[in-house]
T-cell receptor, first 112, second 113 residues
């Protein structure tokens, strides 16, 4: 079975500082990994994905994520946080031929 | 293309009433998904269509829930005899290929009173 863990309910960071939102996964075989962001009363917006290849993937709005197979992790990062990055972030995993399974989400608060 | 469209955006209904939601996917996407999201939780899979065929249903989808996708275009999700526990955000998503990920609509927020 596929599963995703986001160990932090909330991450607080000061504007301009680097941010990390953690994600670990459990899936047999090679995973497809995704990050989505959700603003209040809105659907989910795609940020980035890892399918294969380079372990460091770059996505929208300056976000990036690093796939670590040995640690089964896919942490979301940004070198310099903005107040406008404050939102709810979801990590998701997919096994080929299956559907997306989401983590419980992490609230990111960026303070000025 | 304007993305995935869901209607209505909000629905308030009395317990025991039936409700129907509509999802219009991106036109070239043959895959369509319904998810449910409750407060403080990630989206949970409900059902999946490839073209007009409903290929998978979650155990979360009780007999009161039914989904259709006639002619492989738009989809409807109906909940009969609504209960307060059905209150949630219902999200629709579509995709062309699995590796592309899903494009989500803005969701329909259901409140059962």
């Amino acid at each position: 079975a596929q599963s995703v863990a986001q160990p932090e309910d909330q991450v607080n960071v000061a504007e301009g500082n680097p941010l990390t939102v953690k994600c670990t996964y459990s899936v047999s075989g090679n995973p497809y990994l995704f990050w989505y962001v959700q603003y209040p009363n809105r659907g989910l917006q795609f940020l980035l994905k890892y399918i294969t290849g380079d372990n460091l993937v770059k996505g929208s709005y300056g976000f990036e994520a690093e796939f670590n197979k040995s640690q089964t992790s896919f942490h979301l990062k940004k070198p310099s946080a903005l107040v406008s990055d404050s939102a709810l972030y979801f990590c998701a995993v997919m096994q080929y031929g299956n559907k997306l399974v989401f983590g419980a989400g992490t609230i990111l608060r960026v303070k000025s | 293309d304007t993305g995935v469209s869901q209607n209505p955006r909000h629905k308030i209904t009395k317990r025991g009433q039936n409700v129907t939601f509509r999802c219009d996917p991106i036109s070239e996407h043959n895959r369509l998904y319904w998810y449910r999201q409750t407060l403080g939780q990630g989206p949970e899979f409900l059902t999946y269509f490839q073209n007009e065929a409903q290929l998978e249903k979650s155990r979360l989808l009780s007999d009161r829930f039914s989904a259709e996708r006639p002619k492989g275009s738009f989809s409807t999700l109906e909940i009969q005899r609504t209960e307060q526990g059905d209150s949630a955000m219902y999200l629709c998503a579509s995709s062309f290929r699995e590796i592309d990920g899903y494009t989500f609509g803005s969701g329909t927020r259901l409140t059962v009173v």
